[in-house]
């Protein structure tokens, strides 16, 4: 009987043993599982910040675009009141606007390009897939503002009557403020309403300015 109780404790000690073990892995298990988890939502949350960051950054170059196309337009529309001028002048806005933002883009991140190499060597260790790309950044701010530059180029197109043309410009020009300032607010979780509205009066004040100080000099015969 002694013998017995004796084998039988040691079985009960056995079962405790694999027991407590298969906790153990179990929790270990179930842990790793968790880390592996948060990881995938640090990733995945990395990867949407990077994106809205690209898409915010192609909303404001739409909006530099509208803006500074529209104004130029509507600086040369109001001492000269044909359509071709006014196209031309857009246009011209359009190619230069398109060709400093894209040489502004690659310079600075060519720049940050450089000293992220820099300090992958320092490291030991050059992950190109990491790198930002210079050519790829040009090319994307070139045509985010050309996007934004041909909303009033269009509006001013197929209209021959000046203040038609100008009402036609400047309600194209309102409707896309309306919605890249929008859209830039939904992207960087700003309160859309007042993003917008800041948007809007500051393209029409630029707009306002813009027509207002070209009038002024073109009556002064300057």
């Known amino acids: 009987t002694s013998h017995f ?19 153990t892995m179990e929790s270990h298990n179930v842990s790793n599982s968790l880390n592996l988890d948060m990881e995938k939502d640090q990733e995945k ?8 960051q690209w898409l915010r950054a192609a909303v404001l170059g739409a909006n530099d675009g509208l803006v500074s196309t529209a104004s130029l337009m509507m600086g040369v529309g109001a001492v000269k009141k044909d359509v071709k001028t006014m196209i031309l002048s857009g246009f011209a806005g359009l190619v230069a606007g398109a060709c400093s933002m894209a040489i502004g883009e690659f310079v600075s991140v060519y720049s940050q390009y450089d000293i992220e190499v820099a300090q992958m060597e320092r490291d030991g260790e050059i992950e190109k ?44 020009v309102t409707v896309a403020l309306v919605a890249f300032g929008w859209l830039g607010a939904a992207l960087g979780k700003a309160p859309v309403l007042r993003s917008s509205a800041r948007v809007l009066f500051g393209g029409w004040l630029a707009m306002a300015v813009t027509f207002g100080l070209t009038k002024l000099i073109g009556l002064h015969g300057l």
């Open 129 to 172: 897939e990491k790198l930002p790309s210079p050519l790829q950044a040009a090319a994307a701010s070139a045509l985010a503002f050309s996007v934004g530059a041909i909303v009033p180029l269009l509006a001013a197109a197929f209209v021959k009557e000046y203040k038609v043309r100008i009402i036609a410009v400047v309600a194209a």
């Open 45 to 52: 949350a990395f990867d949407y910040s990077k994106r809205a």
């Open 5 to 23: 109780n004796k084998k039988k404790k040691i079985n009960k000690r056995k079962e405790e043993k694999t027991k407590s073990f298969d906790l």
